[in-house]
């Protein structure tokens, strides 16, 4: 038994949409996979490369590509293979929200990415303190809160990550 991972973009209905996991390092993407994928907290170590895993759920497929916060300089090799972008935020790192704000601009202004649906998950809002989610009025990306420890908001990050894709 193996996952059948296609390195094209999905271009119908039944073609999984490759969607990359994006933000700092510690943000909690690979704990988002994964909670997306087994709908559980996974406590998880910081990604060195490439986790790919393939998620179904209501009729929507996605392979998710989870790239290091480390490896910032190699996310644009993965941009002209991508349905979509999940970008995550640690909503508690107030320290790097600078940084966030810098490499979040430099993705939405990215020509390859101009017709990308972009979902921004403000992660570890189940931790106090943290910065709150805005809300956005934009055709091309959305931005929610979330926990992927908790599983609060993810599947609601997902839904409006599916709802900006063109039908």
């Given at each position: 038994?193996?996952?059948?991972?296609?390195?094209?973009?999905?271009?119908?209905?039944?073609?999984?949409?490759?969607?990359?996991?994006?933000?700092?390092?510690?943000?909690?993407?690979?704990?988002?996979?994964?909670?997306?994928?087994?709908?559980?907290?996974?406590?998880s170590v910081p990604t060195?490369?490439?986790?790919?895993?393939?998620?179904?759920?209501?009729?929507?497929?996605?392979?998710?590509?989870d790239v290091s916060g480390?490896?910032?300089?190699?996310?644009?090799?993965?941009?002209?293979?991508?349905?979509?972008?999940?970008?995550?935020?640690?909503?508690?790192?107030?320290?790097?929200?600078?940084?966030?704000?810098?490499?979040?601009?430099?993705?939405?202004?990215?020509?390859?990415?101009?017709?990308?649906?972009?979902?921004?998950?403000?992660?570890?809002?189940?931790?106090?303190?943290?910065?709150?989610?805005?809300?956005?009025e934009n055709d091309n990306?959305?931005?929610?809160?979330?926990?992927?420890?908790?599983?609060?908001?993810?599947?609601?990050?997902?839904?409006?990550?599916?709802?900006?894709?063109?039908?």
């Amino acid at each position: 038994m193996g996952c059948n991972i296609s390195l094209s973009k999905g271009s119908d209905s039944d073609t999984a949409k490759i969607v990359l996991l994006l933000g700092l390092d510690n943000s909690g993407k690979t704990t988002l996979l994964y909670r997306i994928k087994n709908d559980e907290f996974s406590d998880s170590v910081p990604t060195i490369g490439l986790n790919i895993e393939e998620v179904e759920k209501e009729n929507f497929r996605m392979t998710l590509w989870d790239v290091s916060g480390k490896s910032k300089k190699l996310w644009k090799h993965y941009y002209d293979r991508v349905d979509g972008i999940i970008f995550v935020v640690d909503s508690t790192d107030t320290d790097r929200i600078s940084e966030v704000k810098r490499e979040l601009e430099s993705i939405i202004l990215e020509e390859t990415l101009q017709t990308v649906p972009i979902m921004i998950l403000c992660n570890k809002t189940d931790i106090s303190n943290g910065l709150k989610c805005l809300k956005t009025e934009n055709d091309n990306f959305d931005i929610a809160p979330c926990s992927a420890k908790t599983g609060i908001g993810v599947w609601e990050g997902i839904e409006k990550l599916q709802k900006l894709f063109p039908s």
